[in-house]
């Protein structure tokens, strides 16, 4: 039997080039708004109403309390505390200080001596006593690199002029609450303290944690406790420019990542996290400087701060939780949402406008049904082939730039940004295309809603915030397709402007969420902002058939250009540093010192500390067994001691063996790694506080602030096991007389070792 040939389809009325100019200016113009409503205010002035939050008031503190990195554990965080505390008292206030060892067990164990600031400003409320208080929340140390401008000192300075302003007008109904924690960075240990031990924290209707993941852009609220309704709809009628989705939460809590907010739902505590997360570049490294800083983040914050404290400082917060909400803003409406109760039928209306659209069309000639299901699977090939090609591109830059590995995001980020997304788009139409005699647009259109369609019944059930993103384009894209087949015959201009109204909301939400989704994950997960572009894409996929054959060519010749313009604004040089990682290690048990860094290859600086090695290798000496490949040669002696550890018992009680030792830094190290080779730990107590319960046969504890007392941990093992105890103290620096000068081109790497003084002891026991 001969096959069958496929069938043709009747090109569709192309739009002339005025109407085809039009609707290029109304996409832009629609990207614009999307974009422009992301934008932060511009700052206030020193000078503004008094009643009012002042970027330009606030803005010198972040000067003073970030003028150096100030970690736990080290005279420059006492001197910022010190620093907070006049500040308050000349508020009027009179703040308090927690001193405390917190512990942090939710995610490894971690525990270090903290020093909580805080403040409480009464309320007017005749019965405030039994009121539940609002809560204002910042953390106040730094990491050992950043002076923490952003992380999260303009969090602390903005709570600092939130207090202010509040002393002109009327006093709120509630008690009003400022948390400035300690060792957030070393693991939430101010807040995992404040929450176990303070009285306080039992009295707290509702926190809001505020930080930074960088040094600018808009304040988004992107993660709240459960109940989430009544506070959602006060961000909404309380905040001037609410920026907020119940997309990016669900995204969140898929994510590793952690703040004191994590602490305080932990809790029971109800609340709302705001993180602003532009400027990546500058987060954990020492760009995190206060001229780097971005006002008009700090004034956004500020609004949204100073406006929340107003409004919940008004309301009982004993009756705050509520049913949760789906979420989300849109330029000139604010911030909208909904009862998530009603997530799964609007999803069901939507599935039910796709099927009559469907019966329409195919009534109407337009539609042929199994061709819609060839669009659906070609629209999936498209997706997986876009997005396998976006990874594999940006691999291949990484090839050419390992640099790129350790900024977390190139520092032009914009323009690969632009770069990806034009390339995706011309690569998707050129497809379209292509695929033109198999499929007519709209039928690869409606297969691509269709695959759009199941992703939002599937969120509906399993993570109903995740829905407001497809249900609402959807809606809109399918009445637009179906107002085409009803009445008569509508081609040319009138085609075009009806689905470019169709297509409105989903460039109004996709766009900021495409962008979003880059800035959040980074461009090492670019092939997710390209899945969210290719779905913003089957939803459009009629309008840009409208457009043209030379759209393909066009967006394809933008995005080289645009790969270009990234790769020379991401150049390294003193104002954009590279990253490098280097630092030193005294083994006390071999009595020598090694030089080691973790880069990936060396940098003409770097390179002088390893004279003659030709490649990364194990050191287990230091690292113990299973540790990563390093590069490492010896290093000097600078007169370095080496942490102590001393044996205080160890007995055999049945079949358990209950060890005790003492563990102390004779340099007053402020952070200490513990680690237990070869055992499984049954039981652990630190300070006579129970760490662990369940066995583990990889403990490891992190330390921090601890001081010259030491640490007296008692273990409970199987015996009859040879074991090791490895301990390994961090001090922040290099040995001043070893460093050669850095580059101005580079800098210290974020999230490491780099940088630092280390000392190793292990005990081995039998």
């Not at 009012?52 to 503190?61: C, I, T, Y």
């Not at 007995?651 to 340099?667: D, F, H, P």
């Not at 490891?700 to 490895?726: D, H, Y």
Request: with cysteine; aromatic share 6%; proline share 7%.
């Amino acid at each position: 039997m001969k096959a069958a040939m496929p069938t043709p389809s009747v090109p569709a009325a192309r739009a002339s080039l005025p109407v085809g100019a039009i609707v290029f200016a109304v996409l832009a113009l629609l990207v614009a708004i999307a974009l422009g409503a992301q934008r932060p205010p511009a700052p206030a002035p020193a000078n503004a109403a008094p009643e009012l939050f002042s970027a330009g008031r606030a803005l010198p503190k972040l000067f003073t309390l970030a003028k150096q990195p100030h970690p736990v554990g080290t005279a420059a965080n006492a001197e910022a505390r010190a620093w907070l505390i006049a500040e308050l008292r000349a508020l009027g206030l009179e703040p308090q200080v927690q001193s405390t060892l917190g512990v942090l067990k939710a995610r490894g164990l971690m525990v270090g001596m903290v020093h909580n600031v805080m403040v409480r400003k009464p309320g007017s409320a005749p019965d405030r006593a039994s009121r539940k208080a609002l809560m204002l929340a910042s953390h106040y140390d730094s990491v050992p690199h950043a002076p923490g401008a952003g992380d999260d000192g303009a969090s602390v300075v903005a709570i600092l002029e939130t207090l202010r302003a509040l002393q002109h007008g009327p006093a709120l109904k509630n008690d009003l609450i400022a948390l400035f924690t300690d060792g957030e960075e070393a693991g939430l240990l101010g807040a995992e303290a404040f929450v176990a031990e303070h009285p306080w924290a039992r009295e707290v209707g509702l926190a809001l944690n505020f930080e930074y993941r960088g040094n600018r852009g808009p304040m988004l609220m992107f993660e709240t406790s459960v109940g989430n309704g009544a506070m959602v709809a006060g961000l909404a009628g309380a905040v001037s420019q609410p920026l907020a989705s119940s997309l990016n939460y669900e995204v969140y809590k898929l994510m590793p990542n952690d703040t004191d907010m994590s602490s305080f739902k932990r809790a029971g505590i109800p609340g709302m996290n705001f993180a602003a997360i532009e400027g990546i570049n500058s987060y954990h490294t020492a760009l995190d400087r206060p001229d780097l800083f971005d006002p008009a983040s700090l004034q956004h914050q500020g609004d949204i701060m100073l406006g929340l404290a107003r409004h919940f400082g008004e309301r009982d917060l004993a009756t705050l939780r509520s049913a949760d909400h789906a979420y989300f803003d849109l330029p000139g409406l604010g911030l909208l949402h909904y009862p998530a109760a009603a997530v799964l039928p609007l999803s069901v209306a939507v599935a039910l406008l796709f099927i009559g659209v469907c019966v329409l069309g195919v009534r109407r000639g337009e539609l042929r049904t199994m061709r819609v299901a060839l669009g659906a699977l070609l629209f999936l090939l498209l997706a997986a082939l876009l997005a396998g090609a976006a990874h594999l591109l940006w691999m291949g830059l990484l090839l050419a730039q390992p640099g790129y590995r350790l900024t977390g995001a190139p520092y032009g980020g914009h323009w690969y940004l632009m770069a990806f997304a034009a390339l995706v788009v011309g690569a998707y139409v050129w497809c379209q295309q292509g695929l033109q005699r198999w499929v007519k647009p709209l039928e690869l259109g409606m297969g691509g809603m269709l695959i759009g369609l199941i992703l939002l019944l599937a969120a509906s059930v399993l993570i109903p915030g995740a829905s407001v993103l497809l249900v609402w384009p959807l809606l809109a894209m399918l009445l637009a397709t179906g107002a085409l087949w009803l009445g008569p015959p509508r081609e040319g201009a009138a085609r075009t402007m009806i689905l470019l109204l169709g297509a409105v909301p989903a460039v109004l939400m996709f766009v900021p969420t495409i962008r979003g989704v880059f800035i959040g994950l980074g461009p090492n997960l670019i092939a997710v902002m390209a899945l969210v572009l290719v779905l913003l894409l089957g939803i459009a996929t009629g309008l840009l058939a409208e457009l043209g054959r030379r759209l393909p060519i066009a967006a394809l010749g933008a995005g080289v250009v645009l790969l270009a313009l990234g790769a020379i604004s991401s150049r390294f040089d003193a104002e954009q540093p590279q990253p490098t990682n280097l630092f030193y290690v005294k083994d006390g048990a071999a009595g020598r010192s090694v030089w080691i860094s973790t880069d990936e290859t060396l940098n003409t600086w770097t390179a002088q500390y390893f004279p003659g090695v030709k490649g990364r290798a194990h050191l287990p000496a230091v690292f113990g067994p299973g540790g990563a490949p390093v590069w490492f040669s010896p290093a000097p002696e600078h007169g370095v001691s080496a942490p102590q550890v001393k044996v205080l018992s160890d007995e055999r009680e049945g079949s358990v063996r209950k060890l005790e030792i003492e563990v102390a830094s004779l340099r007053a190290a402020p952070a200490i790694r513990i680690n237990v080779e070869g055992a499984t730990v049954l039981r652990s107590r630190l300070n006579g506080k129970v760490l662990s319960d369940k066995p583990s046969a990889k403990w490891t504890l992190g330390a921090s602030g601890i001081g010259p007392q030491g640490l007296r941990l008692v273990f409970e093992l199987k015996p009859n096991t040879p074991f090791k105890i490895r301990v390994r103290e961090r001090s922040f620096g290099l040995p001043s007389d070893a460093m050669r000068a850095r580059p101005p081109e580079l800098m210290a790497e974020p999230f490491g070792s780099a940088d630092s003084t280390q000392s190793v002891t292990v005990l081995a026991l039998d």
